[in-house]
């Protein structure tokens, strides 16, 4: 007689933590894959934030994971994203972790993670661009917030 046991199921990434939702408007692209990105996707287990992008079309099977940033990167990348919006100039967020550049253009904002040669460029519309901010801080007061006095 045969004997049929099956094999365990294997999770690869369990559900995260945190979870935060935000929807982009129709100028917001990513590069080099050449897609239109309708929203991003914040997630955290509470160390680590995942930043993801969701596609609206994904014929070649291109990866949704952008970054994956820590803590005090987020917390960095926030506030350098929310002084390049305010005055409307170039900001470079660099650290030990990552290194991310926010250029001001005509039609919004363009984000490029990584290394100059080998980067992932991020457009961001005008329109859609205080939600990005709004959510990056939402999730990290999420994960580790500070009191005030």
């Not at 900001?91 to 990584?114: C, D, E, K």
């Amino acid at each position: 007689m045969m004997n049929i046991n099956p094999a365990p199921r294997i999770i690869t990434e369990l559900r995260p933590k945190y979870e935060i939702k935000i929807d982009l408007d129709e100028r917001c692209f990513l590069f080099p894959a050449g897609k239109s990105v309708s929203q991003l996707l914040l997630l955290s287990d509470g160390h680590t934030i995942l930043i993801d992008a969701v596609f609206p079309f994904n014929q070649a099977r291109t990866p949704p994971r952008l970054v994956a940033l820590d803590l005090d990167d987020a917390r960095e990348f926030g506030r350098r994203l929310v002084e390049a919006v305010h005055t409307a100039r170039t900001q470079l967020v660099g650290t030990n972790g990552i290194r991310i550049s926010i250029n001001v253009i005509a039609n919004g904002y363009h984000l490029q993670f990584g290394d100059m040669n080998a980067a992932t460029e991020l457009f961001l519309g005008t329109g859609c661009i205080w939600r990005v901010c709004q959510g990056l801080l939402r999730i990290v007061d999420l994960i580790a917030p500070i009191e005030s006095n």
